[in-house]
């Protein structure tokens, strides 16, 4: 059985960084990364200082590149089947392969699911994006829309200065929120979406269709891997892993970064490149305090 200062699971932002913290330090310590991510639909990342616009692939083959110039770091291409407590150790299972750590850092991030709409899963993380913040400006002067109720309440204030005009979608759904002056609202079942020159067409069950340049959707999202739930570690409501601060899970020894966790404080994780990869550090450098 291998043995290692600290096990990282997640190759995205937080894993990463973790990673480089801890090698930092001469912490011997290995990555483990799945080769799924939560950004995989984006062809660039945004808002990311330094980094606008780059790739998602890109960014992370540059970070394994610093990772190389550290003797104590490794990084492996599996996927982890379980991950357990032995003592105050931790045992990370490669299918038949144990790995022994005396800390982790989970890092697993977690699965957005869309609303069941024919044509928006292949437009997601271009045309179709769920943060402003990250896919706005890339809608700047064209029609935005708005699908569903769940973010009407604060997407067409913050998309108001990007837009020409903005229409939400309820899908039959009850418009429970008052929205700001010349913002749109059809009530029609929205049936399904392609790609067009300007963007977007949506097709509606009854009338004619719309054209947009991009579209805003709300996401429901679960954990991407299950260890928390194997380890037992308190959960928030939105379903992601209760952190403090500094990282550190309701297990000692275990902590977490990036989207799959957040402190109590938040109602959900702020999922963003830059803030992923901020918690990585924390959490890190907070496990490597543990150590000692």
Do not use: W
Request: net charge negative; aromatic share 4%.
């Amino acid at each position: 059985m291998d043995s290692y200062d600290a096990v990282v699971i997640g190759g995205g932002p937080a894993g990463l960084q973790a990673t480089l913290t801890l090698a930092r330090v001469h912490r011997r310590v290995l990555m483990i990364d799945s080769g799924s991510y939560r950004n995989d639909p984006a062809g660039h990342m945004h808002n990311v200082v330094t980094h606008d616009g780059t790739p998602p692939g890109e960014f992370r083959a540059a970070a394994r590149k610093d990772l190389a110039a550290y003797d104590t770091a490794t990084v492996r291409d599996e996927t982890v089947t379980s991950v357990a407590m032995d003592g105050d150790h931790v045992v990370v299972s490669l299918g038949d392969e144990l790995v022994r750590a005396r800390g982790v850092v989970l890092a697993t991030g977690v699965v957005d699911t869309l609303p069941d709409k024919p044509g928006l899963s292949e437009l997601f993380g271009s045309v179709v994006a769920h943060c402003p913040f990250c896919h706005g400006h890339e809608f700047a002067g064209g029609h935005v829309g708005i699908l569903g109720v769940g973010g009407a309440g604060h997407l067409p204030g913050l998309v108001g200065p990007i837009a020409s005009r903005i229409t939400v979608y309820t899908d039959g759904e009850d418009l429970g929120a008052d929205l700001p002056a010349g913002v749109a609202v059809r009530t029609d079942a929205v049936t399904g979406l392609c790609r067009s020159a300007a963007g977007a067409t949506i097709s509606f069950a009854d009338g004619p269709s719309e054209e947009v340049a991009g579209l805003f959707v709300s996401t429901t999202f679960a954990q991407r891997a299950p260890f928390a739930e194997q380890l037992g570690l308190r959960l928030n409501p939105s379903g992601c892993v209760e952190v403090d601060v500094m990282g550190r899970t309701s297990l000692p020894g275990v902590h977490a970064a990036g989207d799959m966790a957040h402190v109590a404080a938040l109602p959900m994780p702020m999922a963003s490149v830059l803030t992923a990869a901020a918690s990585g550090q924390v959490a890190a450098a907070s496990l490597a305090a543990y150590l000692l």
